[in-house]
C-alpha cells in the first residue's frame, strides 16, 4: 500500500512540474523598446517596404597581421539571408547566411574553395548586420523577437536610446540558448532613431559558452530613393577593428534568388 501511495504521489508532483514547466510565462516585448524600434524603422525606410538589397563598398580588412584593401559586394534578402564577397589584396572571402528547414544555417569559403560550414550557434543573430533596415529592428509584428528597453546611456562617447532584442522558441522549450544566441543589442540615435551601433556575441566555434564580442558602428547615413543607407561602417571584434567599408552603391528590390546565397 506505502508503495502505491509512493508511486501516486510521485505522478501528482510529477504532473505538478510539468504544468509550471508549461505555464511559464511567454516573455513580452516592452512598450517603449516597440516604439523606439517602429520609430527607427519609420527614420531607415520611410514606410518602403525593402525585399532585397545590393551594397558596393571599398572595404579594408584587418584580420591580425593582415592589412588589406580591396572591394566587397554584400548583399541580403529578407532577415534571414546574407552575402558577403570580399576582393581582397591577397585573394578573396565569401560568407553566406540562410535558413535551412526553418532553422538558420551559414557557411563562408577562401578564394574560391570548397565552403565550410558555420558553427550553428553563430547563425542566430542578424543575417544582414551591415544593413539595419533588414535587421531584427523590423520585426516588431512576429511574436517570435521580444523588443527589451535597456535605456538612455552614452556609448562609444555618444547619447544614445538602448534596446535589445532576441528571438523565442516557437514552442515552450525551457532553458533554451536561442534568445541568448539571437540578442541584438541596438543603439539608437534619440533625435533622429538612426542607428549608430549594433552589438551582439558570435561564439568559439566548439565552444557555445565563449562570448566573442562584435560590434558594428554606423556612419554617414545617405538617402537612396528615400532609404537610409549608412554609407560607412565599420565591424570591430573584442574591440578591434576588423573591417572598414565606404559604400559606393546601394540598390534595391532588385528580386535577388534564394540560391545567390549558396556557397559550393
Given at each position: 500500500m506505502n508503495r502505491l501511495i509512493g508511486v501516486v504521489l510521485f505522478s501528482q508532483l510529477a504532473?505538478?512540474?510539468l504544468a509550471q514547466i508549461v505555464s511559464q510565462p511567454v516573455p513580452t516585448s516592452d512598450p517603449q523598446a516597440l516604439s523606439l524600434a517602429q520609430k527607427s524603422m519609420a527614420a531607415l525606410s520611410s514606410a518602403t517596404a525593402i525585399t532585397d538589397v545590393t551594397i558596393s563598398a571599398n572595404v579594408t580588412s584587418l584580420l591580425g597581421s593582415d592589412n588589406e584593401t580591396g572591394t566587397g559586394t554584400l548583399r541580403a534578402k529578407g532577415i534571414a539571408e546574407s552575402r558577403i564577397d570580399l576582393s581582397l589584396t591577397n585573394g578573396s572571402r565569401s560568407e553566406v547566411r540562410d535558413t535551412a528547414n526553418g532553422v538558420p544555417a551559414g557557411a563562408w569559403s577562401t578564394n574560391g574553395n570548397a565552403s565550410t560550414a558555420m558553427a550553428q550557434h553563430n547563425a542566430w543573430v542578424d543575417a544582414a548586420w551591415f544593413f539595419p533596415p533588414l535587421s531584427s529592428l523590423s520585426q516588431t509584428a512576429n511574436p517570435?523577437?521580444?523588443?527589451?528597453?535597456?535605456?538612455?546611456?552614452?556609448?562609444?562617447g555618444l547619447s544614445v536610446q538602448h534596446i535589445r532584442t532576441y528571438q523565442v522558441p516557437a514552442a515552450a522549450v525551457t532553458n533554451s540558448p536561442i534568445p541568448s544566441l539571437s540578442a541584438m543589442d541596438f543603439y539608437l540615435d534619440p533625435n533622429s532613431y538612426l542607428p549608430l551601433a549594433i552589438g551582439f556575441n558570435l561564439h568559439a566555434d566548439k565552444n557555445i559558452g565563449i562570448n566573442i564580442p562584435i560590434e558594428i558602428r554606423f556612419a554617414n547615413y545617405q538617402a537612396v530613393n528615400g532609404i537610409q543607407v549608412p554609407f560607412h561602417f565599420q565591424q570591430l571584434m573584442n574591440g578591434s577593428l576588423i573591417l572598414d567599408a565606404t559604400v559606393t552603391s546601394a540598390t534595391f528590390n532588385t528580386g535577388l534568388l534564394d540560391s545567390t546565397f549558396t556557397l559550393q
Amino acid at each position: 500500500m506505502n508503495r502505491l501511495i509512493g508511486v501516486v504521489l510521485f505522478s501528482q508532483l510529477a504532473i505538478c512540474s510539468l504544468a509550471q514547466i508549461v505555464s511559464q510565462p511567454v516573455p513580452t516585448s516592452d512598450p517603449q523598446a516597440l516604439s523606439l524600434a517602429q520609430k527607427s524603422m519609420a527614420a531607415l525606410s520611410s514606410a518602403t517596404a525593402i525585399t532585397d538589397v545590393t551594397i558596393s563598398a571599398n572595404v579594408t580588412s584587418l584580420l591580425g597581421s593582415d592589412n588589406e584593401t580591396g572591394t566587397g559586394t554584400l548583399r541580403a534578402k529578407g532577415i534571414a539571408e546574407s552575402r558577403i564577397d570580399l576582393s581582397l589584396t591577397n585573394g578573396s572571402r565569401s560568407e553566406v547566411r540562410d535558413t535551412a528547414n526553418g532553422v538558420p544555417a551559414g557557411a563562408w569559403s577562401t578564394n574560391g574553395n570548397a565552403s565550410t560550414a558555420m558553427a550553428q550557434h553563430n547563425a542566430w543573430v542578424d543575417a544582414a548586420w551591415f544593413f539595419p533596415p533588414l535587421s531584427s529592428l523590423s520585426q516588431t509584428a512576429n511574436p517570435q523577437f521580444v523588443f527589451a528597453y535597456v535605456g538612455q546611456e552614452q556609448h562609444g562617447g555618444l547619447s544614445v536610446q538602448h534596446i535589445r532584442t532576441y528571438q523565442v522558441p516557437a514552442a515552450a522549450v525551457t532553458n533554451s540558448p536561442i534568445p541568448s544566441l539571437s540578442a541584438m543589442d541596438f543603439y539608437l540615435d534619440p533625435n533622429s532613431y538612426l542607428p549608430l551601433a549594433i552589438g551582439f556575441n558570435l561564439h568559439a566555434d566548439k565552444n557555445i559558452g565563449i562570448n566573442i564580442p562584435i560590434e558594428i558602428r554606423f556612419a554617414n547615413y545617405q538617402a537612396v530613393n528615400g532609404i537610409q543607407v549608412p554609407f560607412h561602417f565599420q565591424q570591430l571584434m573584442n574591440g578591434s577593428l576588423i573591417l572598414d567599408a565606404t559604400v559606393t552603391s546601394a540598390t534595391f528590390n532588385t528580386g535577388l534568388l534564394d540560391s545567390t546565397f549558396t556557397l559550393q
